[in-house]
């Protein structure tokens, strides 16, 4: 396939690091040196949904094609306070989609997840457009009390609309489960047959553990993904890898030996907004024109699960 469309909405919110370090033992010095985000957007008075729909419009309204030229839409959605519709009927529903639609939850590297579906959708005759956005509220996991994980997120919406083409080079994921890592639970609705107690526990994360496997998954999944489809790093023009942490990625620059300037960031002023976070990082490049035809671009994300994924595109 081929994107043709790129589509990104941010909630009006701006939070600062002074501003956490008003109710936190934190500050912006701590924030900064360990994580690089400065700022995020957290959701306020907006729904979620409605800036996935947002998204989409943008992502339809580059692309040229209308709502009912959408064979299939996938939106990958962690959480939200609507459990049933899911949030691609909740988009549908606002923007006019009627195709096919459903949800993955596959945390952050959800939007490589599904540039992986639709691509085997499309290898497999079934489709010829397929909308794809990521809509995701991490600041309604968190604890606002736990400073080790709060810092960390934003939210956001990313959308991408792809059509026929042969530019979705390779995709590689990859899982390696183990679910004390980064986990959350809530309560369900009490039925009278339920004996064990559902527990509440806002989101969890072993920090240091994630962080390695973020820099193994992505250096190790880039290299198998490049040798396999038979593209130099160097001929990479663009590494949009999964803005968690800017310590991350910097590690990941370093493992790989490749000129920090071809991996773009915006986590200072995002923060980590789970699957969306590659989405938005490609529209925004997208919109200041940075990608030339033919450029080569690879994409990376790891999160929850563990799961990790990466796909390489031609512009
Ligand atoms: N402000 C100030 N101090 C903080 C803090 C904050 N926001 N959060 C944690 N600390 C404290 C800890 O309590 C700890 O204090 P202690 O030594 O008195 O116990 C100290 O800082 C060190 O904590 P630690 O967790 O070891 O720090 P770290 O250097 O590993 O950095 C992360 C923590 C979360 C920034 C880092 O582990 C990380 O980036 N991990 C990857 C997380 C991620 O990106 N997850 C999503 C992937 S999709």
Redesign the pocket.
Known sequence: MRIIGTGSALPKKIVTNEMLSQF????DE??TT??GIKSRHVISDEKIEDLGAEAVRKALDMSGLKPSDIDLFIVSNVITNQDTPGMSCLVAAKVGLSCPMFDINC??PGFVYALDMAETYYKAGKVKNVLIACIEEPTRMTSWED??TC??FGDGAGAAVLTEGDNIKGTKLHSQPDVDK?WMSRKLVPSPYVTTPDLEVPLQ?K??E??RF?VEACTNGVKRLLDEVGIKKDDVSWFMV?Q??K??IDSIIDFMQVPSERFPVNIHDHG?SSSASCPILLDECNRKGMFKEGDIIVLSA???GLLSGAAVLEW
């Open positions: 936190l033992d934190t500050s701590w924030i360990r994580t945390a952050c400073r080790s810092v960390l980064i994360m920090g240091r994630v962080f973020a999964h968690a942490n310590r991350i980590n790891f999160g929850a």
